[in-house]
């Protein structure tokens, strides 16, 4: 049986039941990345997708294997390989949201035209999204109950059959076009670009890589995360989202270590639940997006669909705002420091995600989805369901509402969160002589003559917010 295993987001060899499973039926088999330049999810995760894979085919080879990777319209370039090579049974593994469900539709087609086997392997989440419904079946909209369930059904996740230790089964065919051992165009370009450089020198990408990662944070975040992962100025967090994002580690074999790590004596136990709580988070957001597919577009709640305003070129006042968040040049340190944060490196911290974004839909009144698309361009970890959720989430639109409404104060947040300004010298370097004091909102000390005020008044905006909201509120 000649098997395709068509490659999206599962970039790594261990762990991998849909290459598990072609390796144990087929002694042909071809592994496959398909670069479609129209179908990308956005810069800098394009960046990280081009060293990753090359990455993926340095281990490859080192597995006496052969990773192909292929460039041009995906529809295309599967139908040339299924008639070239004679594909019997294309493998893949499904992956959720934009572009994924296009490709995969057009990977159906396909198939379909040349009557191929096409088999889905849904096993990126813990467990399939229908064993995970509250008492009447229907899907959790609140985090807490679904973890609640998610935690008690941990025993039943499904163990990986084995370790993959030789891959000779997929480098028989030999590739008359030379294609598969290079990147594609494309990819080698965006990737030497100086900024996906910049970007990608904070980063190293791969499945070794992001287990060294894990370990690393194991034996020196984890016992402290709790107490840091707030803290911007501390590196408290793990930083895995892009390799879980790009698949070079499965978040469930994590948890199988965390499990393990929980019999054993040495870091505390609540330690590993506070992290795998948080780690279930991005289970829960698939599961929103399984179950909502249309929330990657349109807000969950219906009544919130025209509530903000969509950024549009007739309104130049609106464009300058938005301009001026992505450049980090709101004012507002914390903002400011977030977005720069993002643009060198191509991530940022989670507590400064949720008040970028808040500047953003409720001071500034801007769509979540403008902003969802720049850190869709912008962020190494860019992920359908985790960027949906937390745009969402934040903007107020989405599932998890909490019964007050979120609305942060930038500068208490970063009197909070940043007390000693740490995290904004970093990234503003500018506001270096500001006290620890002066420096969350230094138009408040400074003399007249120099002020820089925030572009937009936050108090002022935050009324003029919270006035919509009560408007909104009285219409339903
Ligand atoms: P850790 O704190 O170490 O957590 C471990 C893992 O758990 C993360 O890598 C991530 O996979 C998952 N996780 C943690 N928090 C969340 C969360 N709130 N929602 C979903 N999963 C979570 N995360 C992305 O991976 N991609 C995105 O595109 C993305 N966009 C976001 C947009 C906004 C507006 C907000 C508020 C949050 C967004 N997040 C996104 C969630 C979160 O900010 C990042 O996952 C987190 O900052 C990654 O850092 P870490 O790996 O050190 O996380």
């Known amino acids: ?28 088999i071809i592994v496959a990345y398909f670069h479609d330049p129209e179908q990308t999810i956005g810069d800098a995760n394009t960046a990280w997708l081009a060293n990753s894979l090359q990455q993926l085919q340095q281990d490859f080879k080192a597995h006496d294997g052969r990773l192909w990777c292929l460039e041009g319209n995906f529809e295309q370039q599967l139908d040339h390989m299924i008639q070239t090579y004679q594909i019997e049974q294309v493998f893949y593994t499904f992956q959720l949201g934009h572009p994924f469900k296009t490709m995969q539709q057009q990977a159906l087609n396909v198939c379909q035209r040349y009557q191929v086997a096409l088999r889905a392997f849904d096993t990126e989440n813990w467990l399939p999204y229908d064993q995970l419904l509250n008492q009447s079946g229907r899907p959790y909209k609140v985090f807490t109950p679904f973890y609640n369930t998610l935690s008690q059904k941990l025993s039943e996740l499904l163990p990986f059959s084995h370790a993959i230790n030789s891959l000779e089964k ?30 990608m020198q904070h980063w190293q990408t791969g499945e070794r890589q992001a287990w060294e990662k894990f370990e690393r944070f194991l034996n020196e975040g984890l ?10 100025a501390v590196e408290g967090t793990s930083q895995l989202s892009p390799h879980l994002h790009f698949g070079e580690i ?39 997006l399984w179950h909502f597919p249309h929330t990657e577009t349109h807000p969950f709640q219906a009544k919130f669909e025209t509530f903000f305003r969509p950024l549009s070129e007739a309104d130049p006042e609106q464009v300058k705002n938005y301009q001026a968040w992505c450049a980090g040049h709101t004012g507002v340190p914390i903002i400011d420091a977030g977005m720069k944060q993002l643009w060198e490196t191509g991530w940022m911290h ?32 860019a992920d359908p369901a985790n960027n949906t959720l937390g745009w969402q989430w934040v903007a107020g639109c989405g599932v998890d509402a909490a019964p007050y409404y979120r609305l942060f104060n930038p500068v208490r947040q970063s009197e909070k969160f940043d007390a000693e300004g740490h995290y904004l010298r970093q990234w503003l370097p500018e506001l270096t002589p500001y006290s620890s004091k002066q420096i969350h909102a230094p138009w408040q000390t400074t003399p007249n003559e120099k002020r820089v005020r925030p572009i937009i008044d936050l108090t002022e905006s935050r009324q003029r917010h919270l006035e919509k909201v009560a408007t909104l509120k009285s219409l339903n």
């Not at 030999?174 to 900024?195: M, N, Y």
């Not at 970028?356 to 698309?373: C, P, Q, Y």
């Open 1 to 28: 049986m000649k098997t395709l295993v068509w490659l999206q987001r599962e970039l790594r060899i261990q762990h991998h039941p849909a290459l598990e499973a072609a390796l144990a039926e087929s002694d042909d």
């Open 170 to 199: 997929t480098a028989r065919t030999i590739c008359q076009s030379g294609q598969d051992q290079t990147l594609p165009q494309s990819l080698t370009h965006l990737s030497t670009r100086p900024w996906a450089r910049k970007v």
């Open 223 to 232: 016992a402290h995360y709790e107490q840091n992962r707030d803290f911007p």
């Open 250 to 288: 499965h978040s469930r074999a994590i948890v199988f270590e965390l499990l393990t790590l929980e019999t054993e004596p040495g870091i505390a136990n609540q330690a590993i639940h506070v992290w795998l709580r948080q780690l279930a988070w991005r289970e829960f957001a698939r599961s929103i």
């Open 350 to 381: 989670n507590r400064v995600r949720m008040l970028v974004a808040s500047w953003l839909t409720k001071n500034a009144d801007i769509d979540w989805r403008a902003g969802a698309h720049w850190f869709n361009n912008t962020l190494v970890d």
